[in-house]
């Protein structure tokens, strides 16, 4: 499975972007889709998951109400809208794939694949 995630830029706060991920082969469906961010200096961590027919969201307790995970089986992508920036949110964006995951913890070493990362930049 290869994942190209597109979608990043600059967004002064309290704005809003919408990540994309679009996955190649025709498994996608069995596959739960994980976002994760890296800000500079810091670990990466978990943001959303969603389980292969979407009715499983998981959220870090940071964006709870502010970012939606979603996925477009039909499409091979996920989508991570993200609403009410904040600088704190300013990171690389990974999407990421596994079978493994089990819910609600969709760990590092649970991942399968990973996409290259988009950078989101939030001004403040």
């Known amino acids: 499975v290869q994942l190209q995630a597109s979608g990043g830029g600059l967004v002064q706060a309290g704005g809003s972007l919408r990540l994309s991920c679009a996955a190649s082969?025709?498994?996608?469906?069995?596959?739960?889709m994980g976002w994760f961010r890296q800000a500079p200096g810091k670990e990466r961590e978990f943001v959303a998951a969603?389980?292969?027919?979407?009715?499983?969201?998981y959220y870090v307790d940071s964006v709870k109400g502010r970012f939606t995970i979603s996925r477009d089986n039909a499409k091979n992508t996920v989508y991570l809208k993200m609403n009410s920036l904040k600088p704190e949110d300013t990171a690389v964006y990974y999407c990421?794939?596994?079978?493994?995951?089990?819910?609600?913890?969709?760990?590092?070493?649970?991942?399968?694949?990973w996409g290259k990362g988009t950078l989101v930049t939030v001004s403040s």
């Open positions: 990421s794939a596994s079978r493994f995951w089990d819910p609600p913890a969709f760990t590092l070493s649970a991942v399968e694949y």
């Open positions: 082969g025709r498994t996608f469906s069995s596959f739960g």
């Open positions: 969603i389980g292969g027919t979407d009715d499983k969201l």
